[in-house]
């Protein structure tokens, strides 16, 4: 039985990150500008564009514009690689565990369809 920030850590983070590349690379950055600023590799950056990592999660609308405003702010010099963790965090704790976590710990972590583990820990106030 896996706790649900397992999953944070093996989908959601990784699905931000693929969401933030693909964000950067439309403003015209380059790859090597992207894994800088995230401060990843460039062959993971490639990944996280080409759906190798960081696939399969489907954001709602609300994250995903707060991906790409921040997307925004690296590409203008608002925000730097200083900025990743927190808003990293930011984003994430805007994940509604009922619409992309608790699916994840239910498919992932071969949870039952009626489990209610989320809801005994802090995770349902994400």
């Known amino acids: 039985m896996k706790p649900p920030c397992e999953m944070v850590v093996w989908y959601i983070i990784p699905a931000i990150r693929s969401e933030l590349a693909k964000d950067l690379l439309k403003l015209g950055m380059k790859q090597k500008k992207i894994s800088e600023l995230m401060d990843i590799t460039q062959p993971a950056v490639s990944q996280y564009l080409t759906d190798k990592r960081g696939s399969g999660i489907e954001f709602n609308d609300d994250v995903k ?3 790409q ?4 702010d690296l590409n203008e010099g608002t925000a730097t ?3 990743i963790i927190p808003r990293t965090c930011f984003i ?5 565990t009922e619409d992309v976590i608790c699916q994840i710990h239910k498919e992932k972590g071969h949870m039952p369809a009626d489990c209610k583990a989320c809801l005994g820990s802090e995770a349902h106030l994400l």
């Open 65 to 67: 514009a707060l991906i």
């Open 69 to 72: 405003e921040f997307a925004n």
């Open 81 to 83: 690689k200083f900025d």
């Open 92 to 96: 994430c704790k805007r994940i509604k």
